[in-house]
């Protein structure tokens, strides 16, 4: 009945009833109109729903939901550690709705002491309840350019889990005592009652930092724990770095959309000191767990992220060695140490990113795991996701795990077999569902992207080498815009690639493009049907002369 209005250019799903032949075209039947290729936001629809990311929440869940109080009563939780009186802050983007974390920091004698406070949602999420089987199934939130699909109704993630300001709520808190050196001598983990004082933006914070006095004078309370903050977060960055964590300094692309989803601004997005200071107590909080749940040998779900393989490495070596990178690599397995050296070697070489890049695509990709095998890019023996159970189920998981070990409930309910029993396909299923957001992530930035530029045909832009292949070049603008110069575009002269080297190099003129150069090129296509941006070289400066 749906279908009888459709013309052309208008997006379905369909199901396939018959594959066809060499001589019959394959059927089908529509089971879903999504809207005309024009309409705004079918297109990002049309990613999410090609990687059959659940949208709908089903009416079971929405029962439970209306279930669940809209605010607490602080009376019933006689119980847990109260310290709503404690100053304490929330630090997010300006767009966050879902805010998981918020944290106190103050001075005892020489140590500090830091809490990391996350919304208590096993609370209200409830093992194998409507809620419990869909966000597991959803696995995490997934962040598009135009919208949030959330793990969990937003009655939840914007309401009663969020840590809204001024609002009493219910937390898990990891408070660590940390020495001058950024050692946690001592940690407890408490259900918490809690009240958010604030709830400032990275933006602000950033300005505090760096003296803004009519931002200060703002939040002239907390200034003295902002400062605070940045001490010990440069503490516990410099032992990260003495122990060999690897950072990765590539820019996000923040992607801005007009009212009807067009894109009107793309540009990288850059860490400030008040990102890095979220992301040094996460990190602190989430090792803190993950040691002691080890140490302790109880079911667990950590995050994982295995050493390179070697053969990836020796290529990578020989690669950086052929672009001029002194590498000493001690013994057969490379250690963090080595590649965060030759990271750093390389800090404000015309190459740096393309070199940054090479490492990033040797190593491999972290996972959630049952065994605590360690991070080979934080250099973290024991690390996991603790700090956003809003937004990721690995984290919704462990907190009841932590909760029932609290209770004392591990031992005596057999919950530990139980956890046993059930983890592995907790890990399994979170690692899968967190590859498919990414990608639709990526998916949904191309797009996005791609319509860009494609605002943008004939204009010149200068940008560098990011990808050399036997099809041409790839070419990434400082906006972080990524396109192709294919190779039948290089039209004064045949050009071969060097798999070696990563060099495309001209059989007669010896001209060779590699990674990591500068190129200027002009906007030739740009598809967002297929999400491909296509650039041509603009005639190299210094060759123009002989043209003439």
């Known amino acids: 009945s749906q279908c009888k209005n459709l013309t052309s250019g208008f997006k379905v799903m369909v199901e396939i009833t018959d594959y066809g032949d060499a001589r019959r075209s394959p059927e089908g039947k529509i089971i879903e109109v999504l809207g005309h290729k024009d309409d705004p936001r079918v297109d990002i629809l049309s990613i999410v729903k090609a990687y059959g990311i659940p949208t709908q929440f089903e009416d079971d869940v929405k029962q439970q939901v209306d279930t669940i109080p809209s605010e607490i009563k602080a009376s019933d939780y006689k119980d847990r550690m109260d310290i709503r009186d404690w100053p304490m802050v929330t630090i997010d983007g300006e767009d966050a709705k879902d805010l998981d974390d918020a944290i106190t920091l103050s001075r005892k004698g020489k140590n500090y002491l830091l809490g990391v406070h996350i919304a208590d949602v096993s609370e209200y999420v409830t093992e194998y309840s409507p809620l419990d089987k869909e966000a597991l199934k959803r696995g995490t939130s997934v962040y598009l350019v135009d919208r949030v699909i959330p793990m969990l109704p937003h009655q939840l993630s914007n309401g009663i889990c969020s840590l809204n300001q001024g609002c009493d709520r219910l937390a898990l808190s990891c408070i660590m005592k940390v020495d001058p050196s950024g050692k946690v001598v001592d940690h407890q983990i408490a259900e ?24 200060r004078k703002k ?11 940045k001490e010990l977060s440069d503490i516990l960055r410099h032992r990260r770095h003495e122990r060999g964590s690897i950072d990765f300094d590539f820019p996000e692309s923040k992607i801005i959309l007009d009212e009807k989803g067009r894109p009107i601004d793309v540009y990288p997005q850059v860490r400030n000191a008040a990102t890095k200071i979220i992301e040094d107590f996460m990190l602190m909080a989430n090792e803190t767990v993950a040691q002691e749940y080890c140490t302790e040998e109880i079911p667990f779900v950590y995050r994982t992220h295995d050493n390179p393989d070697p053969e990836k490495v020796e290529s990578l070596l020989t690669l950086l060695h052929n672009q001029g990178v002194k590498i000493q690599k001690a013994k057969e397995e490379i250690t963090p140490k080595e590649i965060q050296q030759i990271i750093e070697s390389i800090e404000g070489l015309p190459n740096e990113a393309m070199i940054s890049r090479l490492v990033l695509r040797s190593m491999k990709q972290a996972k959630y795991t049952t065994e605590c095998s360690g991070h080979f ?44 029993e059930i983890l592995d396909e907790v890990a399994r299923q979170s690692s899968v569902c967190e590859r498919r957001a990414d990608e639709a992530e990526r998916e949904s930035d191309k797009l996005k992207k791609a319509e860009y530029m494609s605002y943008h045909l004939g204009e010149e832009f ?10 041409g070049l790839y070419v990434e603008l400082p906006n972080t815009v990524e396109g192709l110069v294919h190779v039948n575009t ?10 070696e080297t990563y060099e495309l190099r001209g059989e007669m003129t010896k001209k060779v493009y590699k990674l990591g150069d500068k190129v200027c090129v002009r906007v030739a296509d740009a598809d967002k049907m297929l999400k491909t941006v296509d650039f041509e070289l603009v005639a190299d400066i210094w060759n123009d002369e002989e043209e003439n």
Not at 200 to 215: C, F, N, P, W
Not at 383 to 389: E, I, K, L, M, V
Not at 462 to 471: P, R
């Open 490 to 499: 290089l039209r004064d002269d045949y050009y071969i690639f060097d798999q």
């Open 377 to 420: 890019g934080l250099a973290a023996k024991y690390y996991c996701h603790f700090t956003s159970p809003i937004r990721r189920y690995p984290d919704l998981q462990i907190h009841r795990i932590i909760k029932d070990n609290l209770r004392g409930r591990l031992m005596r309910e057999g919950r530990t077999e139980h956890y046993a």
């Open 462 to 471: 200068e940008g560098i080498i990011s990808g050399v292949t036997g099809w």
């Open 192 to 215: 918490t009652l809690i009240n958010v004082d604030h709830r400032m933006t990275y933006t602000s914070v950033a300005k505090i930092l760096d003296g803004d006095m009519e931002e």
């Open 219 to 229: 939040y002239d309370d907390f200034v003295e724990m902002f400062e605070l903050m």
